[in-house]
Each structure stands twice: as structure tokens, then as C-alpha cells.
């Protein structure tokens, strides 16, 4: 789906990110890359398995895209240091071609080293261009002058069937002046947002977007 911000456009991804089309753009939050492997270690019974949908999915949107450029939007890798990082590493060599950003996140504590290592270009708080930001915490009080692209809360949306079934769903959230992305890593978890007179909700499932509050 795309929609238009201050004469630009930006396809909503069912992967969960967005691709700005005049830049050729990825705009990717929260990875949490590392996430499922800590909790392997903790004795959490996850899938492994579940950890490469994270890779597939990014391979799905490069591949699909043709995209020049990620954004990471934070919390690109979820604590400290593990395997998942080595795997990260040779995912970003096979796509040395693509330029990649990251905007540090609150769980992005490995160190900067780490970051510079892998040919990620980093900024430790907001990364502007031309009239938008792009940073991990949302803004409580966005320039009006400028679009802001965020992370951070994980975004999902409560649906109700006709009986008292409800569903929540991930969701990209559009005010006037920001937009929120919903977490791109699995088993992320998620922070119900409400609909309000200004805002655009996105609801995602696997193949499709369903536009609220147009």
C-alpha cells in the first residue's frame, strides 16, 4: 500500500517495513536480532528455525525492492553479544552493495565497533534528510515542519469479531507529523495503540494491509 508524505512516496510492506521510493529506501525497525537465541539459552523453547525468518524476510524485501538503502530505526541486535551476530555479519557482507544506517536503539549496546565493523553507518540519536527524521523514540512533540519515521514501541492494533473473539494485529500507526513502524523481528511482542481523530492505522497480516481511519 502506499501512501504520500510531503510529496513523497512510501510503499507499507506486509514484512513489516517500509520502502521510500524515491530514495530507494528500507526503512526496517526493530530487529532485536539476538533476541531469540538469548531465550534459547534461557531455556525458552523457541523454534531455531524462528530465528532465520528474520533473514528470510529481509532477503524477501531486498530481493523484492531492489533497495539501495536500509534505515535501520534501532534496536537492530537485542542485548549482548551472541551467534547472531556472526550470522548478521555474513548476511551484511553478501549485501555489501546496499548502504545501511542505524540509528541506535535503547537494547543497541553492543559496541560501536561492532557497528563500524559491518560497514553500518551510525548515528546515536536522530539521522535527518531533506524534511524527515529518522529515529528510534517516537517524539512527543514533532516539528510540524519536518515528518518523523520511529520505532521502539512495537505497534499492534486489538480487533473484535461479531461474537467477543478480538485479534491484535501489527499495525503501522500515520499521525500528521510521524509515522510508527511495527517491530520487524518475531517474538518481539507489542504495545496496543489506540485509533484517534488524526491518526491512520495500518492492520498487517501475512499477505495483506487493511487500512483504519480513512
Keep these: 500500500m502506499q501512501i504520500e508524505i510531503k510529496g513523497n512516496h512510501f510503499l507499507l510492506l506486509t514484512q513489516r517495513a517500509i520502502f521510500w521510493e524515491e530514495t530507494q529506501t528500507l526503512l526496517i525497525g526493530d530487529l532485536h536480532l539476538g533476541k531469540i537465541t538469548h531465550f534459547r539459552k534461557e531455556g525458552i523453547a523457541i523454534p531455531n528455525l524462528a530465528a532465520d525468518n528474520n533473514f528470510d524476510r529481509l532477503n524477501e524485501i531486498v530481493h523484492h525492492t531492489g533497495a539501495g538503502r536500509i534505515i535501520f530505526l534501532g534496536d537492530l541486535f537485542h542485548s549482548q553479544y551472541n551467534s547472531e551476530w556472526d550470522t548478521f555479519r555474513l548476511w551484511r557482507a553478501e549485501h555489501h552493495y546496499i548502504e545501511m544506517i542505524i540509528v541506535v536503539g535503547n537494547h543497541d549496546i553492543l559496541p560501536l565497533s561492532m557497528f563500524l565493523e559491518t560497514d553500518l553507518q551510525v548515528y546515536?540519536?536522530?539521522?535527518?534528510?531533506?524534511?524527515?527524521?529518522?529515529?528510534?523514540?517516537?517524539?512527543?512533540?514533532?516539528?510540524?515542519?519536518?515528518?518523523?519515521?520511529?520505532?521502539?514501541?512495537?505497534?499492534?492494533?486489538?480487533?473484535?469479531?461479531?461474537?467477543r473473539q478480538s485479534l491484535r494485529l501489527p499495525c503501522f500507526v500515520v499521525d500528521p507529523h510521524q509515522a510508527i513502524v511495527p517491530s520487524f523481528g518475531v517474538f518481539t511482542g507489542g504495545f496496543g495503540v489506540e485509533m484517534t481523530a488524526e491518526r491512520q492505522i495500518y492492520l498487517l497480516t501475512e499477505h495483506k494491509i487493511f487500512p483504519l481511519g480513512l
Design 124 to 163: 546515536k540519536s536522530d539521522y535527518e534528510e531533506d524534511n524527515f527524521v529518522f529515529t528510534h523514540h517516537p517524539k512527543l512533540e514533532p516539528d510540524p515542519g519536518k515528518f518523523v519515521f520511529a520505532g521502539h514501541v512495537h505497534p499492534v492494533f486489538k480487533t473484535y469479531g461479531k461474537g
